[in-house]
């Protein structure tokens, strides 16, 4: 008989798997980072454009955008390229990337320019769009601090510390960070974005099975706040 009460790695409900962030993980871009969160592995990469949207175009501000994609072989079984178009999930995942991120940047101060930040999976064991946020703006601090030293951008234009992470009602326990046995097991899934300050940025959460309460949805909210803290202690360890 299986014991539910348990965790795949043996973790506590609140505990997080070990978390490593690899800066300057790859040479040419204006930031890079691979952050390592148990056995998802995501690779962050940030470009800055000289430009800006056209809809942005003389407003004397900038943006940032993100890209989020599953190498073919980053899953248990090979994931198709999408190379005839993006599939919902990757819009969703790329657009609350990129709407958590841009709550790290004083956009108005950055210039009209463009951060575009490349979240690649090389390896997905759950809690992937959490782990591209927060190495996200690991990667965005380390090409904002390279425009800081230019003279090109104030430091105020970085903005401080964002971290996400996944919470979930998995066999009625709520744990946080699910790795992807549990993920797939979930009653439900909830993906928390917070800053330094415990403010929420985002709120992400869908029943699985039956609805949930708003009691157990407080529940979970709370049960992220400490490990977001915990991950902000890392980014800033990180970029010390």
């Not at 997080?16 to 800066?23: E, G, L």
């Not at 190379?83 to 995942?93: A, F, M, S, V, Y």
């Not at 210039?111 to 992937?128: F, N, P, Y």
């Not at 899934?189 to 403010?199: F, Q, T």
């Amino acid at each position: 008989m299986t014991d539910h009460s348990l965790r795949p790695d043996g973790r506590q409900d609140d505990e997080i798997r070990p978390v490593k962030f690899i800066s300057n993980y790859i040479e040419y871009p204006e930031g890079s980072v691979l952050i390592q969160m148990g056995r998802t592995h995501v690779l962050c990469n940030v470009t800055v454009e000289d430009q800006v949207p056209g809809w942005m175009m003389g407003s004397g501000g900038g943006w940032l955008t993100a890209e989020y994609a599953l190498l073919p072989r980053s899953t248990h079984t090979r994931t198709r390229r999408e190379t005839l178009g993006l599939r919902g999930r990757t819009q969703e995942i790329r657009r609350i990337i990129g709407r958590s991120l841009r709550a790290g940047v004083d956009l108005g101060l950055l210039g009209e320019r463009t951060l575009i930040v490349d979240c690649d999976v090389l390896q997905a064991d759950g809690g992937t769009r959490t782990a591209a946020i927060t190495g996200g703006y690991v990667a965005v601090a380390l090409a904002l601090r390279r425009l800081i030293r230019q003279g090109l951008a104030p430091a105020e234009a970085l903005k401080p510390p964002i971290a996400a992470i996944s919470v979930g009602v998995v066999h009625g326990q709520v744990r946080v960070d699910l790795c992807y046995t549990e993920d797939s097991a979930a009653d439900v899934d909830l993906n928390v974005v917070m800053n330094d300050a415990g403010r929420m940025i985002e709120v992400q959460g869908t029943a699985e099975g039956a609805p949930f309460s708003r009691v157990e949805l407080d529940r979970m909210l709370d049960a992220a706040t400490q490990p977001i803290a915990r991950l902000i202690q890392l980014q800033r360890e990180a970029l010390a």
